[in-house]
């Protein structure tokens, strides 16, 4: 299994552009990149997911460079609702997967 | 609402005895993860099974078990409780074909 390495905590500030990044340099071939979001005692969500280059749903975007050792996760015009932990996973889709969630990225988002 | 829904929300239990988590999976979803989740520990993958079938296990104790019915409801029995085992536990499910998991609210767990 790909280890992920994203840093443990970020602030910004309402309506500002979030980027975290999540390392990976041992990705395998078959492996997709895959973020969830989770709010305090609650089950982690779903956000967007990726293979290569980029990808953009209505909530974020997902850029993963061509050696795919890295990615990063962008949030647009982010709001104090978005204050969360946000875990980047690595894994292929296969069946039997085995989703390893690491320490994830606590965002705090200030007024 | 993820429509993945688990039961209880709350429990509390004494050490050294045993506990059920029940999760039901979303409608037509074959796979069900149990995850386990304490403060120093982080989301902890347990357990996956499919359509009945045990499809790959993660970090779970052996007095940890757990099981998929006909139905496809899933429970997860703990026995010989730890003060260790007090966490939230989360069950997810998704469909065939589908990377996305979906996840229920969680049993809070507390050992005493």
């Known amino acids: 299994l790909a280890k992920t390495t994203q840093p443990i905590s970020m602030d910004s500030y309402e309506g500002q552009e979030v980027n975290i990044t999540c390392s990976h340099n041992n990705i395998a071939t078959n492996d997709y990149i895959t973020w969830y979001q989770q709010f305090p005692s609650q089950g982690p969500r779903f956000i967007i997911q990726?293979?290569?280059t980029k990808v953009t749903n209505e909530v974020a975007s997902l850029f993963i460079p061509a050696d795919r050792k890295s990615s990063t996760l962008s949030l647009p015009r982010v709001s104090l609702s978005d204050t969360a932990v946000y875990y980047c996973?690595?894994?292929?889709?296969?069946?039997?997967?085995?989703?390893?969630f690491g320490p994830g990225t606590r965002l705090s988002v200030l007024p | 609402d993820s429509g993945v829904t688990q039961t209880p929300k709350h429990l509390i239990t004494a050490t050294g005895q045993r506990v059920t988590l029940r999760c039901s999976p979303r409608?037509?979803?074959?796979?069900v993860y149990w995850y386990q989740q304490s403060l120093d520990q982080g989301l902890q993958f347990l357990i996956q099974y499919y359509n009945g079938e045990e499809r790959a296990k993660g970090n779970i104790l052996e007095r940890f078990s757990a099981q998929q019915f006909p139905d496809l409801h899933s429970e997860l029995n703990l026995s010989s409780l730890e003060l260790g085992d007090s966490a939230l536990y989360f069950c997810a499910s998704n469909g065939r074909d589908s990377y996305e998991q979906y996840f229920g609210p969680g049993t809070r767990l507390t050992v005493t």
């Open positions: 990726g293979y290569k």
């Open positions: 409608s037509g979803d074959l796979s």
């Open positions: 996973l690595v894994g292929d889709n296969g069946y039997g997967q085995n989703f390893v």
